[in-house]
C-alpha cells in the first residue's frame, strides 16, 4: 500500500512539474507580444523587421519539435526536460540583457529550440498511463496551455508598462530555475540503443522554417520548404532511427489526428492574434484592457475542458465531441465576424466568447487524446512531438495564409470559422475509441 502511495505522489508530481514547465512555454508566446513596441524603440528595430521577434522564436520551436519528441525517447524524459527547460531559461536571461536587435533575435530562436524540447516532453508525461487519470492530467495540460497563452497578454502588460520589456523575459529565470530543482524527482529512464536520426532532423526543420517563411513573403521559399518536407516524408521511411517511427506515421489515430489538429491549430491559434487587434482598432482597449478582455476566452475554455469535457469522455465516444466542438467554435467565430464598434465589448466580444470557449474545450482534450492513441509506450515521445509540431505548423501557416488574404477582422474571424469547419469534417475519419486501443 505505501509503495503505491509513493508512486502515486511521483506520477501526481511528474504531471504538476510537466504542466508547470509547459504553462511557462505557452506565457512566453504571447508576453512578448504586448512589448514589441518598446522593443523597438529600445534596440532599434525596423517596421520590416520587428516580426523577428516571434518568428525566430515560432519558426525553431515548430521546426525543431520532431526531434524534440525523439529525445525524450533517447535521453529519457528527465534528461530531456531538464536540457529543454535549462536552453529555455538561459535564453531568456541572454534576451532579457541583450543589447542589440541580433542578440535578441538569436536569443528567442534559442527559446524556440528550447520550447521544442519541453511542449512535447511535457506532453508525453501526462500522456503516460491509462484511465481516468490520464484524461484528466491531458485535461490540466490542454487547459494550462489555454490559460498560458492569455495570461501572457495580462502579465506582458502588467510587466512592460511598470519594468519595462526586458521583464517579460527576464520573469522565466525564476521560474525556470524552480522547475529545474523539481525535476530531480523524475525517473532516469532512457532508451540506450536508440538513436537520433539528425538528417531528418536538418531536413524537417530547414523545410518547415522556409515554409513558414516563404507562405508569406517569398512563395519560390515556400515551394522549396514544401519540397524538402516531402523529401523529409520519403527519407523517414528509409532511415535507420527516423524521427517518425514509420508504425506511428501508419496508424490511423496519428495519421488522421495530425491533420485535424493541424487544422485546429491554424484556427484557434491566429484567434489572439485577431481578437487583439480587433479589441484595441474597434474598440479602443489598451493592452491590459485588451489582456481583461480575453478572459471570457479562457476562464470558460479551461472550466469545459477541465471539469465538462472530462465529464463527457467518461460517457460518450472522443470522435462526435471532436466534431460538435468544431462545429460550435465554428458558429461562435461566424458570431465574431460580424464585430461593430458600436455594439461595445459585452455584445461585441463577450457574448461569441462564450460560444467559441464551449467548442474549443469540447475540442482540444478528445483530439489530443485520439490522436495519441494506439501508439506504443516506447514512441509516445515521437508521436507526442509530431502532434504538437502539427499544431505549431497549423498555427503559423494558417496566420500566414489569413494575413496574405485579408486584411479586414470579419473576413478573418470568417476564414477561421471556415477552417473549423474543415477540421470537424476530418474529425468524422477519426477512429472510433475501440479502433484506436494500442494493439
Wanted: hydrophobic share 55%; charged share 10%.
Amino acid at each position: 500500500m505505501f509503495s503505491l502511495y509513493i508512486c502515486t505522489v511521483k506520477i501526481v508530481r511528474s504531471r504538476t512539474l510537466a504542466c508547470a514547465a509547459q504553462f511557462m512555454v505557452v506565457l512566453d508566446v504571447s508576453v512578448v507580444n504586448v512589448a514589441l513596441p518598446a522593443v523597438r524603440s529600445s534596440l532599434g528595430f525596423s517596421d520590416a523587421d520587428l516580426h523577428w521577434v516571434v518568428n525566430a522564436y515560432a519558426l525553431a520551436h515548430a521546426g525543431l519539435l520532431l526531434l524534440g519528441g525523439r529525445l525524450g525517447d533517447v535521453l529519457g524524459r528527465r534528461a530531456a526536460l531538464v536540457g529543454g527547460v535549462g536552453l529555455f531559461t538561459a535564453a531568456s536571461a541572454v534576451g532579457g540583457m541583450a543589447d542589440s536587435a541580433a542578440l535578441l533575435v538569436a536569443a528567442r530562436a534559442a527559446q524556440g529550440l528550447g520550447a521544442a524540447v519541453v511542449t512535447p516532453t511535457t506532453l508525453a508525461i501526462v500522456a503516460s498511463g491509462r484511465g481516468a487519470g490520464r484524461t484528466r492530467a491531458l485535461a490540466a495540460w490542454t487547459a494550462v496551455a489555454t490559460a498560458g497563452g492569455t495570461a501572457g497578454v495580462l502579465v506582458g502588460g502588467l510587466l512592460t508598462e511598470t519594468l519595462g520589456w526586458r521583464s517579460t523575459l527576464l520573469v522565466n529565470v525564476p521560474v525556470g530555475v524552480v522547475a529545474l530543482w523539481w525535476a530531480r524527482g523524475l525517473p532516469r529512464e532512457r532508451d540506450g540503443a536508440a538513436r537520433v536520426d539528425v538528417l531528418g532532423a536538418v531536413m524537417a526543420t530547414t523545410g518547415l522554417g522556409a515554409l513558414g517563411y516563404g507562405i508569406s513573403r517569398d512563395w519560390v521559399v515556400a515551394a522549396a520548404g514544401a519540397g524538402l518536407i516531402g523529401a523529409f516524408a520519403v527519407w523517414q521511411t528509409r532511415a535507420r532511427a527516423p524521427l517518425v517511427p514509420p508504425g506511428v506515421a501508419r496508424t490511423r489515430s496519428v495519421a488522421v489526428g495530425n491533420v485535424v489538429v493541424l487544422l485546429a491549430g491554424a484556427a484557434l491559434n491566429p484567434m489572439w492574434f485577431y481578437l487583439a487587434l480587433a479589441m484595441r482598432d474597434e474598440l479602443g482597449l489598451g493592452p491590459l484592457g485588451t489582456g481583461l478582455g480575453l478572459l471570457p476566452h479562457t476562464v470558460l475554455g479551461v472550466v469545459v475542458g477541465v471539469r465538462l469535457t472530462p465529464w463527457l469522455l467518461d460517457r460518450f465516444p472522443a470522435r462526435p465531441l471532436v466534431v460538435i466542438g468544431a462545429l460550435t467554435a465554428a458558429a461562435g467565430f461566424v458570431w465574431q465576424s460580424a464585430l461593430d464598434p458600436g455594439a461595445g465589448y459585452w455584445a461585441g466580444i463577450a457574448g461569441p466568447a462564450v460560444v467559441i470557449a464551449l467548442g474549443s474545450g469540447l475540442l482540444n482534450t478528445p483530439l489530443t487524446a485520439t490522436a495519441l492513441a494506439g501508439v506504443r509506450p516506447a514512441d509516445t515521445g515521437a508521436a507526442s512531438g509530431l502532434l504538437a509540431t502539427a499544431k505549431q505548423t497549423g498555427a503559423g501557416l494558417g496566420l500566414a495564409a489569413i494575413a496574405s488574404s485579408t486584411t479586414d477582422y470579419g473576413a478573418a474571424f470568417l476564414a477561421i470559422a471556415a477552417i473549423l469547419a474543415a477540421a470537424s469534417a476530418g474529425a468524422l475519419f477519426l477512429p472510433a475509441a475501440r479502433e484506436a486501443e494500442p494493439r
